[in-house]
């Protein structure tokens, strides 16, 4: 038990740098909506796609590959395998950096950054720098150092969020007034410019902070035990592409379907935007799955008819709050899309499609405890390519007629197939029991008082949002009486 609850502690504080991280980067979207251009937007929007699809690439499995052989029987020592992991991702991101150096002007072409190549080297240094110091970071995890790993997240994030609000929104203002105070790390016209430089900047401090990590042992190299952890981490790095991608393909596709490259941007900004108000799901299923993982190995423990018990109320408990949150947005969607420029307006109706999409892609996550507990993760990697064809042909077919809402609906797609082909296969192979029939009827309901709201709207504001807070409210109450959870004390009745 004791040890459970230190796990627990562990994953809260991980969740919490992660989910406050992400919430803080969040809170950036207003500033670019409102300072820049769609255009510029989709800028931004299409190179992070890259980057995010870089970073998993660069680490190539790498960070669970290190858990696995540091805690391996063949390897006492887990420095041999520390050292070895550091030296292996600093070579390949060394090289990545000096690859894109080299033909930058090339690349810098190809993703419609021509005038500002200095974008794409910033942009690479910066992946370069995350993907080594994935290392160092997963080492603090092993030796059960969660605070220093959060402590060191929290403080790359303030630094980005504080250098974005520098130089997008107070130096500007100086500039005005007294140039010479900021002339020397501001120039006018930069624009977007300085959201990859404070990138860039924070994620070098990182690379200085965690010095204390890269000393104290011996640099040496086991090309046999090398070798042996890219086998192993082979399939994760597949798993770990198909997965980002499933969520970023749109947006690196999207440019490439629109025929006027100039629309194509300030498309993909609205749609980028909008994304980020759906976010909030994605941040609900963020700090689900930081307690869910524990969760399940532990239970996995106890006899038969509790574990999948606790595995059944789990998926209960998900689908009731999930289709909380999604109401909630919705139903106040029109206070909440002043988060972002009224210039971006016109993408809202991207946000219901996307935050079912993310749902979907939730009830996916809490499905794949069959092949984790029966250690068949292959699994996952199929589901995960498949989604990946469903993403990919959708928004080939569906962008040039549909515009960024092609992109949306592929997303939805996506999800759901994997959704609904993980159930199928796991049904058969580990059957939880599920009451697919209820679980449903919550999603239904959802959609039907979804539906209402819309239908009943009169464009009265405060008439309107009166409603919709007593239709969100007998919903909280019709919910939890088909699934049978008690509000006070959130202890499920079994029946």
Known sequence: ?????????????????????????????????????????????????????????????????????????????????????LISLATTSTLFLALVLLFLRPIAGALECAAHPEYIAMMAAAVAADAFTAIPFSYLRRMRRPMRFASLKLVGIGLNIGLNLFWILLCPKVYAVAPSLVGWCYTPGFGIGYIFLANLVSSLAMLILLIPELRGFRWRFDAVLWRRMLVYSWPLLVLGVAGIMNQTIDKILYPLLVADKAEAMTGLGIYGANYKVAIVMVMFIQAFRFAYEPFIFARNKEAGDDRMQSYRDAMRYFVVFAMILFLAVMYYIDILKYFISPRYFSGLKVVPLIMIAEFFFGVFFNLSLWYKLTDKTIWGMWFSLLGLVVTVVLNVVLVPHMGYMGCAVAALCCYAVMMVVSWVVGHKKFPIGYNVRRLAGVFLTAML?????VAVTTDIRWLDLTVRTALLATFVAVAMRIEHISLHNLIPSRS
């Not at 562990?10 to 409102?34: E, K, M, Q």
């Not at 008082?449 to 709201?453: C, L, S």
């Open 1 to 85: 038990m004791a040890g459970i609850k230190s796990l627990l502690k562990d994953t809260a504080i991980y969740g919490v740098s992660s989910i406050v991280g992400r919430f803080l980067n969040w809170c950036l979207v207003p500033l670019y909506t409102v300072m820049f251009a769609a255009a510029e937007y989709g800028i931004v929007t299409n190179l992070y796609a890259y980057m995010a699809l870089l970073l998993i690439i660069l680490t190539y499995g790498m960070e669970t590959g290190f858990f696995r052989f540091s805690n391996h029987d063949d390897y006492s020592d887990p420095t041999l395998v520390y050292s070895t992991s």
């Open 449 to 453: 008082f979804w539906g209402v709201a």
